[in-house]
């Protein structure tokens, strides 16, 4: 098993940037995958970035570019840092894991880009 926090959401303004952080209550090493999906208001859920176990990253088309997923493997976490934000990319972020042929979630944090 694997629990998952998310922190560093918060409000900015286009053009803006955050790093958001998720800190996993267990060693990296033997996840098959982890990384970052988002929910927005009345849309379903979209990956985000991901990261396989032997380092292979995905990206969404709409990110690519702007976002960077990294991982610190003695902290046991993973970051997302967004840049260039803009008002699309308002939602709440989740962390994603897979361990053991299950998927696991954090409870979110709220990304919000707003004039």
């Known amino acids: 098993q694997v629990q998952l926090v998310e922190s560093g959401g918060g409000l900015v303004q286009p053009g803006e940037s955050l790093r958001l952080s998720c800190a996993a209550s267990r060693s990296l090493f033997g996840i098959e995958t982890i990384g970052w999906y988002r929910q927005a208001p009345g849309k379903q859920r979209e990956m985000v970035a991901l990261?396989?176990?032997?380092?292979?990253?995905i990206y969404a088309d709409s990110v690519k570019g702007r976002f960077t997923l990294s991982k610190d493997n003695d902290k046991n976490t993973v970051y997302l840092e967004m840049n260039s934000l803009d008002f699309d990319d308002t939602a709440v972020y989740l962390c994603y894991a897979e361990l053991a042929q299950t998927t696991y979630w954090g409870q979110g944090t709220q990304v919000t880009v707003s004039s």
């Open positions: 990261t396989k176990r032997y380092g292979s990253r």
